[in-house]
T-cell receptor
């Protein structure tokens, strides 16, 4: 089982360029998330998808768009990258079972640098 | 919106010592409070979680203590080992029934041999 797979692992962009971060999970989870991690800021939720066909904004959605392509895949797009979007991006998934206690399964991250 | 405030930002502990990390939350609507552990270059992984109907949960050397009246919960790592060196995050759900999490700012733990 691969779990949550993110691509690419590293990317360097110039200001104004666009790109899409891809995420796929093989655990048949309904919910998927995109977080960004910055030093001293912890993990901040960008967007999430509670189930296939739905997406909702998190804490820091500005400058991003998402697509829940199907149950397995959830992509994050930067239409016009800015240096402030330099970060490590994590995709996660979860299944809210009866005794859910907040277990999200994270990918290994995508490190993005915007020059 | 749920907010969690985590302290300290960094912690250095001798091998065999006790590591204590604290979190305070604001919104009282919650179903659970998880703690995550993250090693360098990896994604966070769930370490231990507590539901509000209990005041303490222990799993091996890791214990969560929960103080509902003070709106605080803490992680205790007993007999800390160098392999415990990692960044730890507390988290809380957005609200009752929610499964998206708000994370604390993290505590970098270093256990010295």
């Amino acid at each position: 089982n691969a779990g949550v797979t993110q691509t690419p692992k590293f990317q360097v962009l110039k200001t104004g360029q666009s790109m899409t971060l891809q995420c796929a999970q093989d655990m048949n989870h309904n919910s998927m998330y995109w977080y960004r991690q910055d030093p001293g800021m912890g993990l901040r939720l960008i967007y999430y998808s509670a189930s296939e066909g739905t997406t909702d904004k998190g804490e820091v959605p500005n400058g991003y768009n998402v697509s829940r392509l199907n149950k397995r895949e959830f992509s994050l797009r930067l239409e016009s990258a800015a240096p402030s979007q330099t970060s490590v991006y994590f995709c996660a998934s979860s299944e809210k079972e009866r005794e859910f206690t907040g277990e999200l399964f994270f990918g290994e991250g995508s490190r993005l640098t915007v020059l | 919106q749920q907010q969690v405030k985590q302290s300290p930002q960094s912690l250095i502990v001798q091998k065999g010592g006790i590591s204590i990390i604290n979190c305070a939350y604001e919104n009282t609507a919650f179903d659970y409070f998880p703690w995550y552990q993250q090693f360098p270059g990896k994604g966070p992984a769930l370490l231990i979680a507590i539901r509000p109907d209990v005041s303490e949960k222990k799993e091996g050397r890791f214990t969560i203590s929960f103080n509902k009246s003070a709106k605080q919960f803490s992680l205790h790592i007993m007999d800390s080992q160098p392999g415990d060196s990692a960044t730890y995050f507390c988290a809380a759900p957005e609200g009752t029934g929610a499964n998206n999490l708000f994370f604390g700012t993290g505590t970098r733990l270093t256990v010295i041999p």
